[in-house]
């Protein structure tokens, strides 16, 4: 949510300052029936289901708990959505969230030639490839496996100590 929030903030952030925002009649129905349709998409649902499940006090969301167990609400990014002749200039604004970090992965060649384990992030010695079949078949519990799920890899190029301490169940 935090992540699709961002982007729509960055949106409204982007456009505020255009002479024509009114062409934009609803631009939250447009960002609403996306957000509804990536859940279906992921859920293997309907959009109505999603909607029905999903709303809260009125407003789309997802239920979490925090650290301490509570349930709490994080709400879909409404807005607002109006005209402004001055640009922002708070410095700030980036840092709501840097999902930049999901997406920068490269080739697996260019991987490669970096010669650099990605582990500890040696640069001597031989390297070696781990694999997975699927990306599913990880339960995320060691920190080796969030890594190769946040980054959305099912590869990751490995010194040769790392590699045997990983099958060995050593690495983390």
């Not at 029936?33 to 789309?60: E, M, P, V």
């Amino acid at each position: 949510m935090r992540t699709y929030n961002s982007q729509i903030q960055g949106f409204y952030e982007y456009y505020k300052l255009a002479n024509n925002v009114f062409r934009f009649h609803n631009p939250y129905f447009l960002i609403s029936q996306s957000f509804q349709k990536t859940l279906a998409n992921k859920g293997k649902t309907s959009t109505k289901k999603i909607r029905d499940s999903h709303t809260f006090d009125g407003k789309l969301g997802v239920k979490f708990q925090d650290k301490n167990g509570n349930t709490k609400v994080a709400y879909l990014f409404k807005g607002p959505f109006e005209r402004v002749d001055v640009p922002n200039t708070n410095t700030q604004i980036d840092f709501i969230l840097n999902w930049m970090i999901y997406f920068t992965g490269t080739s697996l060649e260019e991987r490669i030639l970096a010669n650099k384990c990605e582990w500890c992030g040696t640069k001597e010695g031989q390297f070696e490839i781990h694999h997975v079949r699927k990306l599913k078949e990880l339960k995320g519990k060691r920190l080796w496996e969030k890594m190769m799920i946040a980054r959305v890899r099912k590869t990751m190029v490995l010194c040769k100590k790392c590699h045997v301490d990983l099958h060995a169940g050593r690495l983390d």
